[in-house]
Nanobody, 115 residues
C-alpha cells in the first residue's frame, strides 16, 4: 500500500527558509518520479517541482532559483528546500507520485509565510 507522509511545514517570515520532507513507502521509490504540489486558499493545486528517477528536475517559474527539490533513495524520501519565501508561497504542500497509472498523494503540510 502506497503511503506518503509530508513534514516540515510551519509559519515563517518573508525571506525565511523551510525544508519539507516526504517519506514514502509501499512502492519502488528509486524508480519513481516524485513531485511537490501546492494549493493556496481559493486556488487550484499547482505543480511546484518534480524530480525524476534519473535526478532530472523541473520547477514552476514562480519558484525557480528559490526552491530546490532533491531525493534520498536510501531513505525513500524527497525534499523541498524553500528559500526567500514570499507571502504568495503560503499553501498546503503535497507530495505526489504516479505508479502504474494511479495517482498517489500525501495529506499535505501547511506552509504559512507572514510577518
Amino acid at each position: 500500500q502506497v503511503h506518503m507522509v509530508e513534514s516540515g511545514g510551519g509559519l515563517v517570515q518573508p525571506g525565511g527558509s523551510l525544508t519539507l520532507s516526504c517519506e514514502a513507502s509501499g512502492f519502488i521509490f528509486y524508480l519513481s518520479p516524485m513531485s511537490w504540489y501546492r494549493q493556496a486558499p481559493g486556488k487550484e493545486r499547482e505543480l511546484v517541482a518534480l524530480i525524476t528517477s534519473g535526478y532530472t528536475t523541473h520547477y514552476a517559474e514562480s519558484v525557480k532559483g528559490r526552491f530546490t527539490i532533491s531525493r534520498d533513495n536510501a531513505k525513500n524520501t524527497v525534499y523541498l528546500q524553500m528559500n526567500s519565501l514570499k507571502p504568495e508561497d503560503t499553501a498546503v504542500y503535497y507530495c505526489y507520485t504516479n505508479r502504474q497509472n494511479m495517482d498517489y498523494w500525501g495529506k499535505g503540510t501547511l506552509v504559512s509565510v507572514s510577518s
